[in-house]
């Protein structure tokens, strides 16, 4: 079936795009001045014809033990090989080959949730010591060594980046899961990574209350045993050293507090193991909520030479900078780009413990402010609750940005106008970092001195990756042609995942069964698919329209989720939307939408019309939604994201399915009753909804 919308042409098997095109911002000359990456011809260094050997200038970052002899291996797609025949280690290269220059230099200023509590602020010198004790402890009594596997779910204190750093130092391949995931989540992902040794800690603060983190240890391992894996030890960290946190009672044999074997080990220090490239470094296990969770399997030289060459010239990290990525290192934004990409580059960085808006939305700043720091790097949620929550608070705060980050998902224009007007203070360059666990760092973002700014569009393919939009019969759409497809990678780059853990079948029919040639060799056949849609204008700049599963297709219309979000954020007393599929006999579905509002809007302020309207207007009467639902809060993932999941079931009127890894699990059924008790009124409870409709929405946001 082709359609006509405003003009173009939309099949079915594509995705409509309405988007306005937004005008271009450029940085300020000041910022240019400092950049790390001025130099106009650097898309040319990287361009395909240096490709792979383009990407020295990141692995040239690192120090190794034994120089590679071939870049990329590519003889058995897509399991490609970078830098093969070096040898190296992360540990080494984020800690010690500091020490000569900047031993005596901040590496982490870790801030309390609790204001009044002091900082802890460690120098490389202090973290080297710290990792070297770790390790000699990690070795002698918890017995792991090179080649194992180790599960950690901590919070985000100090000793997390020491955790990683002395496993790694061991070549003892870290999984951390996300300290806000249950202990059951935790057990789950130590069966499938066969972890023998877990690393949490006793307690951590979360909206001022000090929660209990241990009892979710003994979940885990029961759990675990139930999956046929049996956990020998519980290494614990305390929140507060020699001092009990948490009500959880220790289990003889198994549970040891670190702080009490520590002492043993003061002075020790352990070599690094030097490593082959492909060693892997770590897995990340990606957030699916009933689909077994993928892990992510990164490797050592490739990864790392990723992380640092994009913390260099993306995230424009110098030694003298003050960097607070505030994002939690449970996820893979922490790992690149918390530990391993700025540890790369001898960063000074915050370490945050809370929540953005504990005690009130003016914390980030007052933060900002005391520490100076001039890098910030968050996620459009957290945006979009500071915007909602605090609007003015920037103003009051003397701290200045020169360059801003945002990570996670599609950023609406309007937020992005308030993160570079209000929090930027319009002086900082914004970079919009579209990037993937399974990615390992950027592919798609704007490079902050040479390449302008477009709100609500991440820019262009990052150095030396080419992206390509593909329709479902693998035909590249033309950029600049307005029509939304497959947004693909079409070549290799060192930061990639190597494979999915134990499951190197699903790791190919995830990411290129596909589009791939599967009994070519040439890399070229091999496109990496990434499962957003999008669009890609004739300046080449990328816009994510949301994943593919998040489709909305009405009546043959695929709606992108996102941009009905962004058209009911156009609506002044919007702060939070999101768009979900409802059944309906005639249409097969309509979109329905979920709004919060900012601070002194009320639902009977007309908010629904005008969002109505907003999505008609900027998109197309096919769009309206059939309801606008006006809630307190929407539930989101612990890194943010809005569950689609949740909110498409109960308009569908069926089971919300496992809500645990939520950070917001009581808003549920709030929604819940306000949404159905309304529907039942309006005699509108969606009749025999088949069963593949149930299937789809079941997928709903899912894998992300
Ligand atoms: C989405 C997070 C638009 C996208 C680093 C991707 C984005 C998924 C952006 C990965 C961005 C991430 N603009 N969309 N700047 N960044 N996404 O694995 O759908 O938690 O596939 O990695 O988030 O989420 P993940």
Request: proline share 6%.
């Amino acid at each position: 079936m082709a359609e006509k919308t405003d003009g173009v042409e939309v099949s079915e098997a594509q995705i409509a795009s309405h988007w306005k095109e937004e005008d271009l911002i450029h940085p300020s000359i000041s910022f240019i001045g400092q950049a790390n990456m001025a130099n106009p011809k650097i898309r040319e260094h990287f361009s395909s014809d240096n490709f792979p050997e383009s990407f020295r200038l990141y692995a040239d970052l690192l120090d190794w033990d034994q120089y590679w002899h071939t870049t990329l291996d590519s003889s058995e797609p897509p399991f490609f090989k970078w830098f093969v025949g070096g040898k190296l280690n992360a540990s080494y290269n984020c800690v010690d080959r500091h020490l000569a220059k900047h031993g005596n230099k901040v590496a982490f200023t870790w801030v309390s949730e609790i204001e009044g509590e002091p900082d802890r602020v460690i120098s490389y010198r202090e973290l080297w010591v710290m990792v070297n004790e770790f390790a000699a402890l990690l070795k002698d009594f918890a017995g792991v060594k090179t080649g194992d596997r180790v599960t950690l779910h901590m919070p985000m204190v100090l000793e997390l980046p020491v955790t990683m750093l002395a496993l790694a130092r061991l070549g003892v391949t870290h999984s951390q899961v996300f300290g806000g995931f249950s202990g059951a989540a935790c057990g789950d992902r130590i069966v499938d990574s066969d972890s023998h040794v877990l690393i949490t800690s006793d307690a951590y603060y979360r909206s001022g209350q000090l929660l209990d983190h241990k009892i979710k240890a003994d979940e885990a391992v029961v759990q675990a045993e139930k999956g046929g894996v049996k956990v020998d030890k519980v290494l614990v960290w305390q929140r507060y050293a020699a001092k009990a946190s948490s009500p959880t009672p220790m289990v003889e044999g198994r549970d040891y507090f670190v702080n009490d074997l520590l002492s043993d080990y003061r002075g020790q220090r352990v070599d690094p193991v030097s490593l082959p490239a492909d060693h892997p470094l770590f897995l990340m296990y990606t957030s699916g909520t009933t689909a077994k969770p993928k892990g992510c399997q990164h490797s050592t030289g490739g990864y790392l030479a990723y992380a640092a060459g994009t913390s260099k010239f993306y995230q424009d990290i110098h030694p003298e900078d003050v960097y607070w990525c505030m994002a939690d290192i449970g996820w893979i934004t922490g790992h690149s780009y918390i530990v391993y990409g700025p540890l790369s580059v001898a960063a000074s960085s915050v370490l945050f413990e809370g929540v953005p808006n504990y005690p009130d939305p003016g914390r980030p700043w007052r933060i900002a402010e005391r520490l100076g720091v001039n890098i910030f790097h968050t996620a459009p949620t957290t945006i979009r609750m500071l915007r909602k929550a605090g609007p003015d608070e920037p103003a009051k705060y003397d701290y200045h940005f020169k360059h801003m980050t945002t990570v996670g998902e599609p950023i609406e224009p309007e937020v992005w106008r308030w993160y570079y007007d209000v929090v930027g203070k319009g002086e900082a360059a914004i970079v919009d970092t579209y990037w993937q666990t399974e990615t390992g760092g950027f592919i798609g973002t704007t490079l902050p001195a040479l390449e302008p700014m477009k709100p609500g569009s991440c820019g262009p393919g990052a150095l030396g990756i080419v992206p390509v939009i593909l329709d479902e019969d693998g035909n590249k759409i033309e950029p600049g042609s307005g029509k939304a497809g497959n947004i693909c990678m079409s070549n290799p780059w060192p930061g990639r995942m190597q494979t999915i853990y134990g499951d190197p079948e699903r790791f190919v029919d995830t990411y290129y069964a596909k589009y791939a040639k599967s009994d070519s060799k040439d890399w070229r056949d091999w496109p990496y698919v990434t499962g957003d849609g999008g669009t890609q204008g004739a300046d080449g700049y990328l816009r994510v329209v949301g994943r593919v599963d998040d489709v909305i297709n009405v009546a043959g219309h695929r709606l992108g989720t996102k941009e009905l979000e962004s058209a009911a954020l156009t609506v002044e007393a919007v702060s939070e939307a999101a768009a979900v599929p409802a059944f309906d006999e005639l249409k097969g579905r309509v979109p329905e939408m979920y709004v919060s509002l900012k601070p002194g809007f009320g639902a009977d302020s007309g908010v629904d019309e005008q969002v109505r309207q907003a999505i008609s207007q900027i998109i197309g009467p096919i769009a309206r939604p059939s309801h606008v639902w006006v809630t307190s809060d929407l539930p989101k993932t612990r890194s943010g994201k809005i569950m689609r999941r949740v909110i498409a079931s109960i308009s569908n009127f069926i089971d919300v399915g496992d809500t645990t890894t939520l950070s917001n699990p009581e808003i549920v059924e709030e929604i819940q009753r306000q949404v159905q008790t309304a529907k039942v009124g309006l005699g509108k409870i969606p009749q025999g909804v088949p069963q593949e409709v149930i299937q789809e929405i079941m997928r709903f946001g899912e894998e992300k």
